[in-house]
């Protein structure tokens, strides 16, 4: 069974700064993708970044990038230029890409991410 | 395009009791998701249906279940409700399921069980 584990339950930021969010994961399987999913206060949840683990390079959507370290089962998340409206939870995701039977996310516990003005 | 909506937003039952909540996909969405999030075990997958048929089921006891219709809307359904159960029930839906389409979520069905 594939984990997911977010060591850092919470973190704060202030806004315009750089804030990296880590995230590890296990599994023995060869071919899988990974999200990063924003929860703002309104629960809605947000697909921020996702990555395909064939590919070397590293995803980017505007100010958030990924540092994919696939050998080390590891998965940050980076935001650049912090805005307020960043602030929420962030869940590192997992899904395995075997498909048939494996339509399924996998999340970790999730950190709690605060923007101070 | 509509979002994905879930109803009701809120609901309060009693232990023992059942109950259903809805969720609407995006139009041309064929695959929906369920999903319980709680403080203590966090977003567990409950199951994921396709044109009508369950591929995938996660690791909950029979009390829960659901199914999607033709027009692609699903149900779930806890029966004899548990205090444990008092969750976040989010559903997720996409053009085909798996990793291929992104997955949009709605904004959730808050259950108390009292």
Redesign the interface.
Known sequence: AQTVTQSQPEMSVQEAETVTLSCTYDTSESNYYLFWYKQPPSRQMILVIRQEAYKQQNATENRFSVNFQKAAKSFSLKISDSQLGDTAMYFCAFMTGSGGSNYKLTFGKGTLLTVNP | KAGVTQTPRYLIKTRGQQVTLSCSPISGHR?V?W?QQTPGQ????LF?Y?SETQ??K?NFPGRFSGRQFSNSRSEMNVSTLELGDSA?Y?C?SSSG???DG???????TRLTVV
């Open positions: 695959s998701s999903y966090g977003l567990q997958f994921e396709f591929r995938n996660g976040l989010l997720a399921g798996g990793a992104e997955a949009f979520f709605g904004q959730g």
